[in-house]
């Protein structure tokens, strides 16, 4: 009888650590340019349908973005709603990223799929138009 319930503990164990499993997350990367040349910084943010997850992040660096270089890596696969904000990557006091090169692009319906996989965004001319230009930093 021993036997038996060593073997059931083992089973009841296994059943718990696979059930606390880590949601998978994809890995996306891309470009991203304004004027034909890549944005020297800024970021995209995922904000994932209500009730889905949190707001993630990614850092746009000379013109490329890559979540698996986030804190935490990836992005969990889903549909989203992005905003791409750009900065010309000169700091300077309460402009962490610099100024900003265009107004956000905003509401851009997307799907992360699973796995690894890339997309580019090209920002339209019209949004350097009339720049409102918002400090990155405190104040």
């Not at 891309?30 to 889905?52: E, L, N």
């Not at 956000?104 to 720049?131: A, W, Y």
Request: glycine fraction near 10%.
């Amino acid at each position: 009888m021993t036997a038996a319930l060593r073997l059931l503990f083992v089973f009841l164990v296994f059943v718990i650590c696979s059930c606390t499993s880590k949601p998978k997350t994809a890995q996306l990367s891309g470009k991203v340019t304004f004027k034909g040349q890549p944005v020297p910084a800024g970021y995209i943010s995922f904000t994932p349908d209500i009730g889905h997850g949190e707001v993630r992040l990614v850092n746009i660096k000379d013109g490329v973005y890559d979540s698996a270089q986030q804190t935490p890596p990836g992005i969990p696969p889903g549909n989203y709603t992005l905003q791409i904000h750009g900065f010309d990557g000169v700091r300077i006091p309460n402009y962490f990223q610099g100024k900003q090169i265009f107004n956000p692009m905003t509401d851009i319906e997307f799907t992360v799929p699973e796995g690894t996989s890339t997309k580019d965004f090209d920002v339209p001319d019209q949004l350097g138009q009339n720049v409102k230009i918002h400090p990155t930093a405190d104040y």
